[in-house]
């Protein structure tokens, strides 16, 4: 029998090069960052920044004006971000801080 609600997530994770997603039903979902450029340009200080919208049926980086759909990541489709839009954000993001 199917669900019948969505999953929603429940916790995030971003590693350097993986976003974990567990999934109120017991699942774990696990992508390419790359699949996320602008995840994979953030600091981690930024990737760490997150929170739940639409009920967990959704995340959202603030600092890297990004949100993700768990409906996406379980149909496998990384970001819809297109070259010109991810090198227009490149250009106005502040340069990284570097530890001294």
Known sequence: MLPSHPPTAVAIRVSRDTLS???????????????????????????????MIAKGSGIHWPDLDEDISVENLLAGKPSGESPRSLKNWLEKR???RRKT
Do not use: M
């Open 94 to 96: 502040p340069a990284p």
């Open 21 to 51: 997603v567990d999934l109120a039903d017991g699942r774990t979902i696990s992508v390419p960052l790359a699949w996320y450029p602008k995840l994979a340009h953030g600091t981690r200080k930024e990737r760490s920044r997150w929170r």
